[in-house]
């Protein structure tokens, strides 16, 4: 016995990646995989003339190896040129750097980064 239903292709669903992901992404990537995240927090932002999202993120690097990549991170953020779909990165700062060796040696990095809508 055969169904009235036609078949159709299954398509698997695939969430959008978001503005959000994507900078933790390309955070990710410039702290060499090496940080975990801690924290994101996003808000919208506007002026008179643009509109776009402001980002607070905060990664932890635990580890020698980590540290070495987290302070690589902290060098190279300023000045990154970021590539992310219809968004300008118009200002990327390291907000706070905290250190600490015991129990075990380990580097909090806040990074502030305010994106603009690239139209």
């Not at 975990?36 to 580890?63: C, M, N, P, Y």
């Not at 990165?89 to 909090?108: E, F, G, N, Q, W």
């Amino acid at each position: 016995m055969q169904s009235d239903f036609p078949k159709s292709k299954a398509r698997r669903f695939r969430a959008r990646r978001s503005t959000g992901d994507r900078v933790r992404d390309a955070l990710i990537a410039l702290g060499e995989a090496q940080g975990q995240l801690l924290s994101h927090e996003e808000k919208a932002w506007a002026s008179i003339t643009f509109s776009g999202t402001r980002h607070e993120v905060t990664f932890a690097f635990d580890g020698p190896d980590a540290i070495a990549a987290g302070e690589c991170f902290v060098a190279a953020l300023p000045d990154h040129e970021f590539t992310i779909p219809g968004q300008l990165v118009a200002d990327a700062a390291v907000s706070k750097v905290d250190h600490t060796l015991h129990p075990a040696p380990r580097m909090v990095v806040t990074a502030a980064l305010l994106l603009l809508e690239d139209v």
